[in-house]
């Protein structure tokens, strides 16, 4: 089993920044590929990123791309996304993802993760 707690998410004005943290809890973090997802108000929840157990492969949704940065930590546990030049746009509740834990790439398609944190909410002022 693995928990998963999102921290990192505030206020902030179009064009700063922010740092998400998701810090997780279990034995299998090192070897599975976490994500990043992201669901504003009567919108369904969308990808924003993710990176594979190793830390060497990332892919990111076309919106955030250039922008925004996943990276992870292994001897910490814990995963990031550094989020850049931000518009009202990337206002939403970010959500965290692992998956079973088996050294695989990491997805687009949120069917692929089996383990979610509670979210952190990012609100962006225009």
């Known amino acids: 089993q693995v928990q998963l707690v999102e921290s990192g998410g505030g206020l902030v004005q179009a064009g700063g920044s922010l740092r998400l943290s998701c810090a997780a809890s279990?034995?299998?973090?090192?070897?599975?590929?976490m994500a990043w997802f992201r669901q504003a108000p009567g919108k369904e929840r969308e990808f924003v990123a993710t990176?594979?157990?190793?830390?060497?492969?990332?892919v990111y949704a076309d919106s955030v791309k250039g922008r925004f940065t996943i990276s992870r930590d292994n001897a910490k546990n814990t995963v990031y996304l550094q989020m850049n030049s931000l518009k009202a746009q990337d206002t939403a509740v970010y959500y965290c993802?692992?998956?079973?834990?088996?050294?695989?790439?990491?997805?687009?398609?949120?069917?692929?993760?089996?383990?979610w944190g509670q979210g952190t909410q990012v609100t962006v002022s225009s």
């Open positions: 279990g034995r299998t973090f090192s070897c599975s590929a």
């Open positions: 990176i594979n157990w190793s830390g060497r492969s990332t």
């Open positions: 993802a692992a998956d079973r834990g088996d050294y695989r790439s990491g997805y687009r398609s949120s069917n692929e993760y089996a383990y």
